[in-house]
Antibody
């Protein structure tokens, strides 16, 4: 069974840092690109960052470029999102999702909540 | 690319037909997907490349359209279909975008 499990969310002050993790199981992790999305409370979905299957190719939304870094460890089946200089507008549930290969997403984690507030 | 979904809310009864619209600010070809999201859950892929059902999706869900106008149709609403539906484009990869969502609620 394919599973994605996010962790690392929590309450952080503006300007602070947080590292999210996504643990994958049930499929050949190294063969799939993975993407982080987020959803602010009561709002729609927003693309955040994407990493290619090998880890060399990374892409970030303009809203997080220079502050967030996506990475992966294919030997451990894990994905990370390092978030620095956090702002109130980064408050959201963060989901990791598996790319079907066509930039659509067939498996998602349950999400982890990040709250940026003083 | 901006995706505009309409209506924002659709109030229907079980057994009725639901027609959801997604309009793009520029042509997407057929590079559009639809997702269903229930409260407290992650999105679920329903349709990809405008008209292809994802694995395990019931036949009552269908997608159509190309270019800038797309439609998701649920032929006969089941109780479990009441949820929020989002469209997503991949034409401007990697800058993926979603529509604002349509909530299908019980009338």
């Amino acid at each position: 069974e394919v599973k994605l499990l996010e962790s690392g969310g929590g309450l952080v002050q503006p300007g602070g840092s947080l590292r999210l993790s996504c643990a994958a199981s049930g499929f050949s992790f190294r063969n799939y690109a993975i993407t982080w999305f987020r959803q602010a409370p009561g709002k729609g979905l927003e693309w955040v960052s994407t990493i290619g299957s090998g880890g060399a190719d990374t892409y970030h939304a303009d809203s997080v470029t220079g502050r967030f870094t996506i990475s992966r460890d294919n030997s451990k089946g894990t994905l990370s999102l390092q978030m620095n200089s956090l702002r109130a507008e980064d408050t959201a549930v963060y989901f990791c999702a598996r790319d079907t290969g066509l930039s659509y997403f067939d498996y998602w984690g349950q999400g982890t909540l990040v709250t940026v507030s003083s | 690319i901006v995706l505009t979904q309409s209506p924002a809310t659709l109030s229907l009864s079980p057994g009725e037909r639901a027609t959801l619209s997604c309009r793009a600010s520029q042509s997407l070809g057929s590079y559009l997907a639809w997702y269903q999201q229930k409260p407290g859950q992650a999105p679920r892929l329903l349709i990809y490349d405008a008209s292809n059902r994802a694995t395990g999706i019931p036949a009552r869900f269908s997608g159509s359209g190309s270019g800038t106008d797309f439609t998701l149709t649920i032929s006969s609403l089941e109780p479990e279909d009441f949820a929020v539906y989002y469209c997503q484009q991949r034409s401007n990869w990697p800058r993926l975008t979603f529509g604002g969502g349509t909530k299908v609620e019980i009338k």
